[in-house]
């Protein structure tokens, strides 16, 4: 199995940055599919963004963003470091949730919000002030 930790939530002002780390360990992910959800107080899991992994008729890197935050956030991965980041600007009070990192280990077709992962972090909280 592949363990996954995120890191890098905090407390930031409206159109403000934070970006975000998962860290995984115990497997190599470059070649896998790789997410950001996130879920607000009283709210369902959201899917946020995803990025592929290498190989298949790509690099890997294609990306799939939910409409709220195209723009906004960029997703990337560090293959060396084993990590996938999301880079937060122009942060709204609306963004305020815990943000799960996630992983597919399947080779993905094409990217969609409704895509099953395999295997999930723990969260970590972002809160954005007016």
């Known amino acids: 199995q592949v363990q996954l930790v995120e890191s890098g939530g905090g407390l930031v002002q409206a159109g403000g940055s934070l970006r975000l780390s998962c860290a995984a360990s115990?497997?190599?992910?470059?070649?896998?599919?790789m997410g950001w959800f996130r879920q607000a107080p009283g709210k369902e899991r959201e899917f946020v963004v995803a990025?592929?992994?290498?190989?298949?008729?790509?690099?890997?890197?294609?990306?799939l963003y939910v409409d709220s935050v195209k723009g906004r956030f960029t997703i990337s991965r560090d293959n060396a470091k084993n990590t996938v980041y999301i880079q937060m600007n122009s942060l709204e009070p609306e963004d305020t949730a815990v943000y799960y990192c996630?992983?597919?280990?399947?080779?993905?077709?094409?990217?969609?919000?409704?895509?099953?992962?395999?295997?999930w972090g723990q969260g970590t909280q972002v809160t954005v002030s007016s």
């Open positions: 990025i592929s992994g290498s190989g298949g008729r790509t690099f890997g890197g294609r990306t």
């Open positions: 996630a992983a597919r280990s399947t080779i993905a077709t094409i990217l969609t919000p409704r895509d099953k992962y395999n295997y």
């Open positions: 115990g497997r190599t992910i470059s070649s896998w599919t």
